[in-house]
């Protein structure tokens, strides 16, 4: 029976399984169970989806697996909720006194606070990710310190301003480089090696040259940002380093969104889903471990139970995904 | 039963061959570790837990109640088969099994569901709740919604206070019964306007005033905006468009900017069409209180004349707000002419010449 034997490092492939039909039932039937309940079962349809992806990707042949559940994501929601309604609440109290001085203030502490909880959401988001991800049985897990996170965060923001936007590549790469060092996957470990100026050179490029390209370049500059963002990203595994590649090309970026964007088009939206597994197939194509990983060999670590997903839901709220 | 499976410990990545032999009291999971050393695990069924996802070909497991987490993943069709057909609920699904064994008729089930359910709620539930909750709100609050409106639509406006004055005492001489106390304003302005705020504010333009001739015409032109005002127009129009325009965007904003201006684009429309009912409506019943006063129903059809007279170009009804002007004077001229004699309103007469030798001096 044992097929599996010695050294196993081997290149390990990487590939998206997903049926576009398969996920737009399970996507039209979340749609339908969110509008009936008036938007409660909304948590519940978010994980279905989110395992949907994860059962949908293999690695070496095995899957990934999302542990979260829609009560906690649902828990983490109402969370979300009494902080707004505080909060809008303060802010309504203080807009109807017409008071110039309280109003303006509150509207401050009102932008000032929403800023402030970005990076606990982010640091939340990652952790919840993280606890809730598996494959053959291993846990990923964040290892980051809330302040830690909150200070850099603080520093890549205001060095941003003060740089009228020009240090962002950087805090961008910084951000990036926090998460994926406190990164764990059983005993194998991440890390980003990009660079600031990499990116920023990156963004630079797109300003200069799509307005002149009539927009075109934009096919280069998601292809140059996709492969900065997976190129360096490096995982490690008994001390050995490896690599991703990612393999993509100009005319393949093309070929995604300008293909994603007429489907969408002509369906009035109907097809998303389609153009959901779509995108996640292409994507997973050219994407590749440039090296020989032990997939047999990862050692469980210890477990970071961790069920609070109200950062994770407040990203959602800001309309930002981690993936 | 025996099924083939991967097994993962839980301790670490390694893949093993497994056989997985299925009871209902038992699931006995046979392997051989990296010493070759035959391994036998036993799950109790009860407390196995399924992936919560349909995901065609391949099924996946959990077990154990403290980490680490044991793990089973199959393609074996056999055991995918003998899951889907299970009747214990921790292990399948029975709906999604369902939906999934004839894809294409579940998407056209599930496609008319939502289109179902987007029609009756755009057009049934979401117009009888904004309706309903504008008819519903207390006194007060309406009062307090037009006032606020007021307030910031005042600093744009150039109020004549003595018209005002005779306007607000022309509109007192009449016969009117309204939930809300009537205020007059007149503004100089050379637009062609009369608007009415929730809670009873009625601002007249001056140019609008200057081309009045009648009585029964001015008659006309309070009866329709206090129709508005005792119908609470404002606030339904204003509940309505909210709840179509909040509907619309939460179903077509997060898929793509051109759906979502489309659909914006209909909303508008529909929209257009009800105040168009609205209007229509403060037509029929400011003839009521045109009556009521004992003037001639034939002043709506003049306003309408000098309206269509001053407006160089008439919009097509389905672009416009009001219902086009041609159709307004026939429907009102209709009625006027059932009105029979009337001997016209005296007081009313006085109150207009008080207010027309200021306005046209």
């Known amino acids: 029976m044992e097929i599996i034997s010695g050294n196993t490092s081997v290149k390990p492939t990487i590939k998206y399984a997903g049926k576009g039909a398969e996920f737009a039932i399970i996507y039209f039937k979340n749609i339908i169970l969110t509008i009936l309940t008036l938007g409660l079962y909304y948590p519940w349809a ?74 606990f959401a982010i640091h939340g988001a990652v952790r919840y990710r993280s606890s809730r991800s598996s494959w053959k049985g291993i846990h990923f897990k964040y290892l980051g310190v809330r302040q830690e996170f909150f200070w850099l965060y603080l520093k890549g923001i205001l060095l941003t301003v003060i740089t009228l936007g020009i240090y962002g590549a950087w805090f961008q790469v910084d951000i990036r480089k926090y998460i994926f060092s406190h990164l764990r996957f059983g005993d194998v470990s991440f890390d980003f090696k990009g660079d600031g100026g990499e990116l920023f050179w990156i963004n630079l490029k797109f300003i200069l040259l799509v307005y002149i390209t009539l927009g075109i370049y934009s096919f280069w500059y998601y292809k140059n940002l996709w492969k900065f963002y997976t190129d360096n990203t490096v995982i490690t595994q008994n001390g050995k380093k490896v690599n991703f590649k990612f393999n993509m090309q100009a005319g393949d970026v093309f070929e995604l969104l300008v293909i994603n964007f007429l489907l969408i088009l002509f369906t009035l939206g109907l097809a998303t889903p389609w153009v959901a597994v779509r995108t996640m197939k292409f994507f997973f194509r050219f994407l590749e471990i440039d090296g020989e990983l032990d997939t047999n060999a990862i050692q469980q670590a210890k477990y970071d139970d961790y069920d609070d997903a109200a950062g994770d839901d407040l990203l959602d709220f800001f309309d930002f995904d981690l993936l | 039963m025996l099924f083939n499976a991967h097994f993962f410990d839980g301790k670490s990545s390694r893949t093993h061959e497994a056989t997985v032999k299925v009871n209902a009291l038992n699931w006995q999971i046979s392997y051989n570790d990296e010493h070759h050393t035959p391994i036998v695990i036993s799950w109790n069924p009860q407390k196995i837990q399924k ?238 209180i045109m009556k009521k006063n004992n003037v001639d129903l034939h002043g709506m059809p003049q306003l309408f004349e000098i309206l269509k007279k001053e407006s160089s170009f008439d919009v097509p009804t389905y672009l416009s707000n009001h219902p086009m002007l041609e159709d307004r004077i026939t429907y009102t001229t209709k009625i006027a002419d059932e009105q029979g004699s009337n001997n016209g309103n005296d007081l009313l007469q006085d109150k207009w010449n008080q207010l027309e030798v200021l306005i046209k001096e």
């Open chain 1, 46 to 119: 978010k994980v279905e989806i989110l395992k949907y992806h994860y059962q949908s990707t293999a690695l070496d042949g095995a899957r990934f697996t999302f542990h979260a559940t829609g009560m906690e994501v649902f828990k983490g929601f109402i969370k979300i909720y009494l902080m707004f309604i505080v909060l809008y609440g303060l802010l309504f109290y203080a807009l109807q006194t017409q008071n110039q001085t309280l109003m303006f203030s509150s509207i401050g502490l009102f932008y000032l606070f929403i800023f402030l909880i970005v990076p």
């Open chain 2, 51 to 288: 992936s919560d996802v349909y995901t065609k070909g391949l099924i996946s497991f959990t077990y154990g109640d403290t980490f680490p987490f044991q793990k089973i993943e199959s393609e074996d069709p056999s055991f995918i088969n003998y899951i889907n057909n299970s009747d214990q609920k921790n292990l399948n699904n029975r709906i999604d099994v369902r939906l999934h064994k004839s894809k294409y008729k579940s998407l056209v089930f599930l496609l008319i569901g939502i289109l179902g359910i987007g029609i009756l709620s755009y057009f049934y539930v979401i117009p009888t709740v904004a309706t309903g909750f504008a008819s519903t709100l207390s006194q007060k609050n309406v009062i307090d919604f037009g006032d606020y409106v007021f307030r910031v639509l005042s600093t744009d406006l150039e109020i004549d206070e003595e018209a005002s004055e005779r306007l607000q005492n022309f509109v007192d001489a009449m016969d009117i019964s309204s939930e809300f106390p009537l205020k007059l304003y007149v503004a100089t302005s050379d637009e062609m306007n009369a608007f009415a705020l929730s809670g009873g504010k009625i601002v007249v333009f001056s140019t609008l005033l200057e081309k009045i001739e009648t009585d029964a015409q001015l008659a006309a032109l309070i009866g329709h905006e206090v129709s508005h005002i005792n119908n609470r127009h404002v606030l339904k129009n204003l509940a309505r468009n909210f709840g179509g325009a909040i509907f619309v965007s939460v179903l077509f904003g997060d898929i793509n900017g051109a759906t979502a201006v489309l659909m914006d684009n209909a909303h508008l429309f529909t929209q257009l069409s009800f105040s168009r009912s609205l209007e229509k409506e403060a037509d029929v019943f400011g003839l009521d």
